[in-house]
């Protein structure tokens, strides 16, 4: 008997096999979207992440600050310890901060690796998720998929575009900061403006008031961050304006109105006015609103917010054009994406456009900040994630194959369980707590914090930092107990005034034990104290030897560090206690 021989299969039997292989895998895949893809997305950017940190110049846990990074670990500390301090910047990011300078003290060193991992741990695939959840309602999960691929790879894929005279600046002092690295307010704004920004474009889609209020929440609280963030507003009303969405866009703002009021205690608790309606009483006190009843008008103050400087911003224009690759090419990706995004939809893409253009405006026309110095990329973070994505979506435009993309790979709509009770949820951490609290608390009074002018610093002082002075070395031996510094190498600043230092204005109080706390002017507000010390060296150990002149003196030690570990640099970090030299020595 012949044995049976083999069918072999034809051309057109393995063509029309092969498409019903790759629907059963993508079947398959599509039960575990959008996790399956993006979490090996939030593994690779950790992974990337973690190179980085082997290869960039850094001190331990601290990599370049910039200084402001004490104002925010200084309020949450005075936070945590129950007043409000004085409050030169927003409150959002030092109040999200005060449990963990409740539990790590006021040296913001110790409490670094904590504040580095929340934010690289949490916010940061938070940010990838959103930056998913934007393109994806716009262009389908496939281009979804890319735009969060692009918000991991193009921070290092960009650094060869970048001139050789601005690596160090772009490597080691902005990308830090945009990977949350830092303790600054800039990535945490960010984020939080993303996930505004998602939640506004669910709202678009599902008509939810819900989702517009969450959305609304979350802006607010981006504006409690960094006050400048309410420049992303632009987007959200024109979107909820082109789409008609009135309702949408009541809850929306409504929704914001927590936030806002607990941004006004703190300025108004911290500061003894409203930044935004009136000048600062010392202001008024050396100008023309020196006269009972007089006042600048509303518009000039306004001005110090919304200010456009039409040659600053060319000035910047000139300046990233000598340092980047191609201007043109950072103009026409967001303007192609824009008008991908509008075919798609007119509100999602005036939402990105308002929001990326209300930033370009008012930020690069900003005088505060320059391409050359860097910190206009650091001031600029929270615009940066409307120019990934409308770059991402690009491939809309392609004929045919853009509408195929989203008809294809249609958004696959993620619920979680108990969204209402997870809304109310934030809306007491983000929206209620704030507000209680700072009705609650008292504005701060005493030298529990000072500023530092030399290195425009505002730092801690903390009276469980010891100083003792007493005979030895040859000298007097100035010698104390410092906290815990182990997650970078850290020196010390001694410094040495007399116990009471008179003002050069008669009209100014004493300083004593070397802080001046000034009075609070025409409006009560919280202590605003400065160190007047003179500065008598630097040193790595625990104790240092001074021969002063007779009679009293008082010491105080500045617990400091850097990213360069770089001891003729900054920033002081922690003011110790004084240590008291009696007037017989």
Same mark, same amino acid.
């Given at each position: 008997?012949?044995?049976?021989?083999?069918?072999?299969?034809?051309?057109?039997?393995?063509?029309?096999?092969?498409?019903?292989?790759?629907?059963?895998?993508?079947?398959?895949?599509?039960?575990?979207?959008?996790?399956?893809?993006?979490?090996?997305?939030?593994?690779?950017?950790?992974?990337?992440?973690?190179?980085?940190?082997?290869?960039?110049?850094?001190?331990?846990?601290?990599?370049?600050?910039?200084?402001?990074?004490?104002?925010?670990?200084?309020?949450?500390?005075?936070?945590?310890?129950?007043?409000?301090?004085?409050?030169?910047?927003?409150?959002?990011?030092?109040?999200?901060?005060?449990?963990?300078?409740?539990?790590?003290?006021?040296?913001?060193?110790?409490?670094?690796?904590?504040?580095?991992?929340?934010?690289?741990?949490?916010?940061?695939?938070?940010?990838?998720?959103?930056?998913?959840?934007?393109?994806?309602?716009?262009?389908?999960?496939?281009?979804?998929?890319?735009?969060?691929?692009?918000?991991?790879?193009?921070?290092?894929?960009?650094?060869?575009?970048?001139?050789?005279?601005?690596?160090?600046?772009?490597?080691?002092?902005?990308?830090?900061?945009?990977?949350?690295?830092?303790?600054?307010?800039?990535?945490?704004?960010?984020?939080?403006?993303?996930?505004?920004?998602?939640?506004?474009?669910?709202?678009?889609?599902?008509?939810?008031?819900?989702?517009?209020?969450?959305?609304?929440?979350?802006?607010?609280?981006?504006?409690?961050?960094?006050?400048?963030?309410?420049?992303?507003?632009?987007?959200?009303?024109?979107?909820?304006?082109?789409?008609?969405?009135? $309702?949408?866009?009541?809850?929306? &703002? @409504?929704? =914001?109105?927590?936030? %806002?009021? !607990?941004?006004? *205690?703190? /300025?108004?608790?911290?500061?003894?006015?409203?930044?935004?309606?009136?000048?600062?009483?010392?202001?008024?006190?050396?100008?023309?609103?020196?006269?009972?009843?007089?006042?600048?008008?509303?518009?000039?103050?306004?001005?110090?917010?919304?200010?456009?400087?039409?040659?600053?911003?060319?000035?910047?224009?000139?300046?990233?054009?000598?340092?980047?690759?191609?201007?043109?090419?950072?103009?026409?990706?967001?303007?192609?994406?824009?008008?991908?995004?509008? $075919?798609?939809?007119?509100?999602? &893409? @005036?939402? =990105?456009?308002?929001? %990326?253009? !209300?930033?370009? *405006?008012? /930020?690069?026309?900003?005088?505060?900040?320059?391409?050359?110095?860097?910190?206009?990329?650091?001031?600029?973070?929270?615009?940066?994630?409307?120019?990934?994505?409308?770059?991402?979506?690009?491939?809309?435009?392609?004929?045919?194959?853009?509408?195929?993309?989203?008809?294809?790979?249609?958004?696959?709509?993620?619920?979680?369980?108990?969204?209402?009770?997870?809304?109310?949820?934030?809306?007491?951490?983000?929206?209620?707590?704030?507000?209680?609290?700072?009705?609650?608390?008292?504005?701060?009074?005493?030298?529990?914090?000072?500023?530092?002018?030399?290195?425009?610093?505002?730092?801690?002082?903390?009276?469980?930092?010891?100083?003792?002075?007493?005979?030895?070395?040859?000298?007097?031996?100035?010698?104390?107990?410092?906290?815990?510094?182990?997650?970078?190498?850290?020196?010390?600043?001694?410094?040495?005034?007399?116990?009471?230092?008179?003002?050069?204005?008669?009209?100014?109080?004493?300083?004593?034990?070397?802080?001046?706390?000034?009075?609070?002017?025409?409006?009560?507000?919280?202590?605003?104290?400065?160190?007047?010390?003179?500065?008598?060296?630097?040193?790595?150990?625990?104790?240092?030897?001074?021969?002063?002149?007779?009679?009293?003196?008082?010491?105080?030690?500045?617990?400091?560090?850097?990213?360069?570990?770089?001891?003729?640099?900054?920033?002081?970090?922690?003011?110790?206690?004084?240590?008291?030299?009696?007037?017989?020595?």
């Amino acid at each position: 008997m012949a044995a049976p021989q083999a069918v072999p299969y034809s051309a057109e039997a393995i063509a029309a096999e092969r498409p019903s292989r790759v629907l059963g895998l993508e079947r398959r895949i599509a039960r575990y979207e959008p996790w399956a893809v993006l979490v090996p997305m939030v593994v690779l950017q950790w992974l990337t992440l973690v190179v980085f940190v082997l290869v960039v110049r850094r001190n331990g846990w601290l990599f370049y600050q910039g200084g402001d990074q004490t104002f925010f670990y200084t309020d949450s500390w005075v936070i945590s310890h129950g007043h409000i301090p004085e409050s030169e910047i927003g409150y959002g990011w030092s109040f999200l901060l005060a449990p963990i300078a409740r539990f790590f003290g006021a040296s913001y060193i110790s409490a670094l690796p904590a504040i580095v991992l929340a934010q690289t741990l949490v916010l940061l695939p938070v940010a990838l998720f959103c930056v998913y959840g934007i393109a994806a309602r716009i262009g389908g999960r496939l281009l979804g998929y890319f735009a969060a691929l692009v918000w991991v790879l193009a921070p290092f894929a960009s650094i060869p575009l970048w001139d050789q005279r601005y690596h160090a600046k772009y490597i080691e002092q902005f990308l830090p900061q945009a990977f949350g690295m830092t303790g600054l307010g800039d990535f945490p704004s960010m984020v939080f403006v993303l996930v505004a920004a998602y939640f506004c474009i669910r709202a678009l889609d599902t008509h939810e008031l819900l989702d517009a209020a969450v959305a609304g929440l979350f802006a607010g609280f981006a504006i409690g961050i960094k006050p400048a963030n309410a420049l992303f507003l632009a987007g959200p009303f024109l979107a909820f304006a082109a789409a008609r969405r009135i $309702r949408q866009g009541g809850a929306f &703002a @409504l929704a =914001l109105l927590p936030a %806002l009021v !607990a941004l006004a *205690l703190w /300025k108004d608790k911290g500061l003894g006015h409203l930044p935004f309606l009136t000048p600062a009483p010392k202001a008024l006190a050396a100008g023309a609103g020196a006269v009972e009843g007089t006042a600048l008008p509303l518009g000039l103050v306004v001005s110090r917010y919304l200010h456009f400087d039409w040659w600053r911003l060319n000035h910047n224009y000139l300046e990233l054009r000598e340092f980047f690759w191609s201007v043109r090419l950072l103009q026409w990706l967001p303007l192609a994406g824009f008008l991908a995004a509008a $075919r798609r939809s007119w509100p999602k &893409a @005036l939402l =990105l456009g308002g929001w %990326l253009a !209300a930033f370009v *405006l008012v /930020k690069g026309s900003s005088e505060q900040a320059s391409i050359e110095s860097g910190i206009l990329l650091r001031l600029f973070l929270p615009g940066f994630p409307p120019v990934l994505i409308f770059a991402a979506l690009i491939p809309l435009l392609i004929p045919t194959v853009g509408p195929r993309l989203w008809e294809r790979f249609p958004v696959r709509d993620v619920r979680l369980p108990g969204r209402r009770e997870l809304a109310i949820a934030g809306g007491l951490v983000l929206g209620l707590a704030p507000v209680l609290v700072f009705a609650a608390f008292k504005p701060l009074h005493g030298t529990k914090e000072a500023k530092y002018f030399d290195e425009s610093v505002i730092v801690p002082v903390d009276d469980h930092f010891t100083v003792r002075v007493g005979r030895g070395g040859g000298g007097e031996l100035v010698a104390w107990n410092p906290p815990a510094s182990s997650p970078a190498r850290v020196f010390y600043r001694v410094y040495r005034v007399r116990p009471v230092v008179q003002a050069p204005d008669p009209t100014l109080p004493p300083g004593r034990r070397g802080i001046r706390c000034l009075p609070s002017g025409l409006a009560p507000g919280a202590s605003d104290c400065r160190l007047e010390m003179q500065f008598l060296g630097t040193t790595r150990t625990h104790s240092f030897v001074d021969k002063p002149p007779a009679g009293p003196w008082i010491y105080r030690i500045g617990l400091t560090a850097n990213w360069r570990d770089d001891e003729s640099a900054g920033d002081v970090m922690l003011l110790s206690g004084p240590g008291v030299l009696g007037r017989f020595h």
